[in-house]
């Protein structure tokens, strides 16, 4: 079609949509107005109350009778509950036995798939691929739409420099702008184009606000920080996924400033609401209403449901207070009935953007579920991002391994197919999974191939080293899979030693003495000390907990399948002792390059550099960056210049490169980071081949909170770093006039 053409009828087609969408808004508001006028205060408060059903368990039960709630009009939401039986007769009591037959809402935690589970989230974020990770997301989406869902309590946007806190593997690591960017993908991968699309589901942004940051690394634990620090690394991807159109957000547990989140007014209106001018509906985390008892915020539970109303919660997950408690609240004046209105208006709103009210049963199609679930297409796409997402952190040449090589393969979770999974696996099974050692079996032969467990992934048991020692010993190579347990990450899974469990690097030890050469695969949910294993191990393969495909795709890695291209999103430390530790620290006035022995910021006893940076990640080919051309050395205010490098496979495999730009602003009003991500690019080159890389650096990328708490960007001189990671880049200069 001729361009001209193109773009004259999409001028004229843009504004008729635009004018669509708005009649469709207009329409639904008025529907939603009508139905608010003829409802009872108690049916408005049933709408505010969000109910786990006993399909699944995912924190403590505070009500059991949840149908009889549905059938009174008390409860208008429902989690926990899927399958497309099981979700259209809860639905049809809401339906068809309550007075005005609004119909409920259901949600799940679709953490990193529903069925078909993809890699956890922050071993997906070490793609850097956010078409992958949107992709991921829109299987997740039609899995659990497909299976009677409509809304997930994701994506996890927190960030976190904290590899103590379990929760770390729920979000994408320790960078603000690269978490923005995939928050965006992720809740386009949910929610698409249209929500009223029975095959998206809701997305809800969690959790707000600043949970990854609890103080000694522990869960549920205070946060506290400058809102300086706060609004420059810890808002921008709750910011990021509010204006990719995510249309409910999760209160965190945690308080921040001395205010619990689920009570914080000036994090839901101020921010929020007034700032960014969200329009969706505000639902609690499990039970935290209640919990503001403990916290010592409130009295006792109806203070605290009338402080978390008041503070513009919605919506009372399990808790049960806005049940027992508000009709007395607004009676007693204590909330207005108007507060009430505003919040269910909310919760309607984006019921009938869902399509809810046209179809209430859109979500319940068995055809649909069964053509849909465990598609070969969905299982090739988690096999495609676990892929993406391992990151080889050591390789002297072990890896890959040829094809027909005797390989032994050590370790409980070599033959472990739950652990796979990881943690928040959903609806997933793993009865019909392949494990590592299956699928190394099944790629290089069985004779090929010999197993011993050696030892468990914790305890002290050493009974099985004999036998691990003797097969090592009769292989070209040894595979050792080792790492934590599942449920060793994720939610109420902190730690205060990060390293491997058990006796397993110490068998690890045992067998690289025998001089085998021995590649580690580590399955795990947060960066760990690796410290003894980096001496020990031949090859080093981070393969978090890869998902339904993650044998297969760990074995594609091994054996030069598929060249592994995924970079760390956090930082691995080299003792617990430096922890947090991030690439973004500020230089201080001592800072370590200074010639003094002594007097500047260092440790005693061991570097100050991480043992694998942020951005990290080989490969089994070598890439060659050019030096940095710039466009200008000089740019003005409201102007833009050019940063470019050329890449260059030099190795023998194709391969692919995340090619990392890197700021740094050198004096402010106040102190800035020695770096920080701006920007970044994928690029697969075939060996021999050379791209350009172009960025294009503009003002919006130079700006921060200046002293007086105004965002902009100041003038003066900048750093700008091009490399393969945080800590290996070239490096130029420019002046912002």
Not at 94 to 100: F, M, Q, S
Not at 212 to 223: F, K, W
Request: hydrophobic share 40%; with cysteine; glycine share 8%.
């Amino acid at each position: 079609m001729n361009k001209l053409i193109f773009c004259a009828m999409l001028a004229v087609a843009l504004p008729l949509y635009s004018e669509a969408r708005n009649a469709e808004y207009a329409g639904l508001a008025a529907k939603v107005d009508s139905l608010l006028e003829v409802m009872t205060l108690e049916e408005k408060i049933g709408q505010m109350v969000l109910l786990t059903s006993d399909w699944d368990v995912t924190g403590p039960t505070m009500r059991d009778n949840y149908v009889e709630d549905i059938r009174a009009g008390r409860c208008g939401n429902i989690f926990n509950a899927h399958t497309t039986a099981y979700v259209r007769e809860l639905q049809r009591v809401a339906v068809e036995e309550t007075r005005l037959g609004i119909p409920i809402m259901f949600g799940y935690d679709v953490i990193h798939g529903h069925r078909t589970i993809f890699p956890i989230s922050l071993g997906e974020s070490c793609s850097w691929d956010l078409e992958a990770i949107e992709k991921s997301a829109r299987v997740a989406a039609e899995e659990s739409a497909a299976s009677g869902l409509n809304w997930t309590f994701a994506p996890c946007v927190d960030i976190s420099v904290e590899p103590r806190w379990g929760r770390v593997s729920e979000g994408a690591g320790e960078d603000p702008y690269l978490g923005s960017r995939i928050a965006e993908a992720r809740v386009r991968g949910f929610q698409g184009d249209d929500l009223s699309d029975s095959l998206t589901i809701l997305a809800c942004v969690k959790h707000f606000t600043g949970y990854g940051a609890p103080m000694a690394g522990r869960d549920y634990n205070t946060v506290d920080m400058s809102e300086r620090w706060f609004r420059e690394f810890y808002l921008p991807p709750y910011k990021a996924a509010v204006d990719a159109g995510a249309m409910s957000v999760m209160t965190s547990f945690n308080e921040l400033d001395g205010v619990p989140a689920t009570a914080n007014r000036h994090l839901l209106q101020d921010i929020l609401r007034n700032e960014w001018g969200f329009k969706g509906f505000v639902v609690t985390d499990y039970t935290s209403i209640n919990e503001m008892v403990h916290h010592g915020y409130a009295v006792d539970d109806k203070d605290a449901a009338c402080k978390a109303v008041n503070a513009g919660v919605d919506m009372d997950l399990q808790g049960v207070l806005y049940l027992e408690y508000m009709k007395e609240l607004v009676e007693s004046g204590k909330v207005s009935e108007k507060t009430i209105d505003e919040a269910v208006r909310r919760i309607l709103m984006v019921k009938g953007k869902l399509g809810l009210f046209d179809d209430p049963y859109r979500y319940c199609d068995p055809e649909t579920e069964k053509r849909i679930v465990y598609s070969e297409a969905n299982l090739e796409a988690a096999r495609d991002v676990a892929r993406k997402s391992l990151v080889l952190l050591k390789n002297d040449g072990t890896l890959p391994i040829m094809k027909g090589e005797k390989v032994a393969v050590i370790g409980e979770l070599a033959d472990s197919e739950r652990d796979l999974l990881g943690s928040w696996k959903a609806a997933g099974d793993w009865d019909f999974m392949s494990s590592i050692l299956d699928e190394i079996r099944k790629y290089n032969g069985a004779e090929n191939v010999l197993y011993a467990e050696g030892c468990k992934k914790y305890g002290d048991d050493r009974s099985g080293f004999a036998e691990a020692l003797k097969i090592a010993k009769k292989a070209d190579k040894v595979v050792m899979v080792i790492g934590e347990d599942w449920n060793w990450s994720g939610e109420a899974a902190s730690r205060t030693s990060i390293g491997i469990p058990g006796v397993q690097s110490e068998l690890l030890a045992e067998i690289a003495a025998t001089g085998k050469p021995v590649a580690v695969v580590l399955l795990n949910g947060r960066p760990l000390d690796l410290s003894e294993e980096s001496e020990t191990a031949s090859a080093i393969l981070e393969a978090w907990y890869p998902g339904t495909m993650g044998g297969a795709a760990v074995t594609d890695v091994l054996f030069g399948e598929y060249n592994p291209s995924g970079k760390l999103t956090m930082t691995f430390p080299r003792t617990i002792g430096q922890v947090p530790i991030f690439y973004y620290n500020k230089n201080t006035g001592r800072p370590v390059y200074l010639p003094d022995e002594k007097y500047k910021s260092k440790y005693i006893d061991c570097s100050n550099d991480p043992l694998y940076p942020f951005g990290f990640g080989l490969s089994y080919t070598d890439f060659e960056y050019s030096d940095i051309s710039l466009s200008s050395d000089k740019m003005d205010d409201d102007g833009c210049i050019e940063a470019s490098v050329t890449v260059t496979n030099i190795g023998k495999m194709p391969g692919e490169e995340v090619v990392q730009l890197y700021i740094r602003d050198l004096v402010g009003s106040v102190t800035r980071p020695v770096k920080m991500l701006r920007g970044f690019e994928k690029v697969a080159l075939r060996p021999g081949e050379s791209r350009k890389i172009v960025f294009k650096v503009t003002p919006d990328m130079l700006a921060f909170y200046r002293q007086d708490m105004t965002y902009g960007t100041e003038p003066g001189d900048f750093h700008l770093f091009i490399g393969s990671s945080s800590a290996d880049v070239k490096q130029a200069s420019f002046t912002l006039l």
